[in-house]
């Protein structure tokens, strides 16, 4: 996509012929410019946190964390769209999959994909918090804006919400609407995120890496249980040093690698015994998506039903499974909004609502007969 003219374009352009002009100038030289960001503290005072959505991420939370201590039998799903980029049709997606969270509950923890920062390989549109507007125009103020707005919704219905952490400094705009994280394969090996999860409020999950590499995943839930100091900021948006007490719900994704998809019993079984090497609890979130699907959105119910068999035959190993799922199946590419099929996914391909629906009900129907 082309970037248009935008805000940030025409603000910067004075502050580049200041610099150009300077000639001797050693620091920022490829820094078009800086724009002032409201502190975590006034985001949270325009859209301030009720007492029944706080009820709502807390339980959220307790219950993942009982999943991920074997004190809760359920099979956690976080599903959802790849990312978000339409407000409208993520809230329609929530109502639908609240009312599906009801009637499943009793065998699945379900947990909405509420994806916001985008990490990319190369380029591309990097998330509704970066260029919310879609347009290459980066009014991230407006972003995490949205960001908060939705996430509140979104809780209000009683349905608990996930999230991946990728800009270190956002977990403070909205990490108390979140009770589940991700830490994507590209930054799992990242001290920067592995310190940011020790801090977090809220169980993490850490992805083997694009190559398929398990032991980075493994290295960053240790890293992350020990306490930290690094910088970062407070509600205020003071830089400071931030002191973490360490994160004990961490846990490795299998989302597959280069190498092919690590979702079968065998991969399972060697992921476990490789967690119980390293004096970790061998419970394990897969992702039906990514190099698991064969980067096919289809290829995700092949996934979902290998880890349902899984389970029908005892293994506890696999604790929950992550699907990419929206209202419609596949993808778009972006172009302007008003171009744009609702409730398509402009990012990775995703399930649609009936298929996604079908696979939860079929799953729930077989659990059930096991009892």
């Known amino acids: 996509m082309e970037p248009s003219t935008s805000k940030l374009n025409e603000k910067s352009s004075p ?14 030289r490829n820094v078009l410019g800086t724009f002032p960001l409201m502190v975590p503290r006034q985001l949270k005072s325009e859209f301030p946190l009720p007492a029944a959505v706080a009820q709502t991420v807390a339980e959220g939370r307790r219950e993942i964390e009982a999943i991920l201590r074997g004190e809760d039998e359920r099979f956690l799903v976080i599903v959802g769209p790849c990312s978000i980029h339409d407000p409208k049709s993520a809230m ?11 009637e499943v509950q009793d065998r699945f923890c379900v947990v909405m994909r509420v994806y916001f920062e985008k990490p990319r390989t190369t380029l591309g549109w990097k998330g509704l918090i970066n260029d919310p507007h879609l347009d290459g125009s980066f009014d991230i103020q407006q972003g995490l ?51 940011m999860a020790s801090g977090l409020s809220m169980p993490v999950g850490f992805k083997n890496s694009t190559e ?109 499974a992550m699907l990419e799922s929206h209202l419609f199946e596949g993808r778009q590419d972006l172009t302007t909004r008003d171009e ?23 799953a729930h129907q077989q659990f059930a007969r096991l009892r």
Not at 15 to 22: H, P, T
Not at 93 to 102: C, G
Not at 245 to 253: E, K, L, P
Not at 349 to 358: I, R
Request: hydrophobic share 35%; proline share 3%.
């Open 92 to 102: 329609e997606y929530a109502q639908r999959l609240v009312r599906l969270r009801r």
């Open 212 to 320: 398929g590499n398990l032991q980075v995943a493994i290295d960053a839930m240790k890293a992350a249980r020990s306490p930290h100091h690094f910088l970062g900021i407070d509600e205020e948006g003071q830089t400071c040093v931030v002191a973490t007490r360490g994160n004990r719900y961490g846990h490795v994704i299998l989302r597959g690698g280069r190498n092919g998809p690590n979702y079968d019993e065998a991969s399972v079984d060697a992921a476990a015994s490789e967690l119980e090497r390293s004096g970790l609890d061998p419970r394990l979130v897969v992702d039906c998506s990514h190099a698991n699907s064969g980067k096919r959105y289809d290829g995700q119910e092949q996934v979902w039903r290998a880890l349902i068999d899984q389970r029908q035959r005892g293994s506890r190993k696999v604790i929950g």
């Open 145 to 195: 804006r949205l960001a908060r707005s939705l996430l509140l919704q979104i809780n209000a219905l009683g349905l608990p919400t996930a999230t991946e952490m990728l800009e270190p400094i956002t977990p403070q705009f909205i990490d108390d609407l979140v009770s589940w994280a991700a830490i994507g394969a590209r930054t799992t090996e990242s001290q920067t995120h592995r310190q």
């Open 15 to 28: 502050k580049i012929a200041r610099e150009e002009n300077q000639g001797t100038s050693l620091e920022n």
């Open 340 to 362: 744009l099929h609702y409730g398509v996914s402009i990012t990775d391909g995703c399930l649609g609502w009936e298929k996604t629906s079908e696979l939860l009900l079929e």
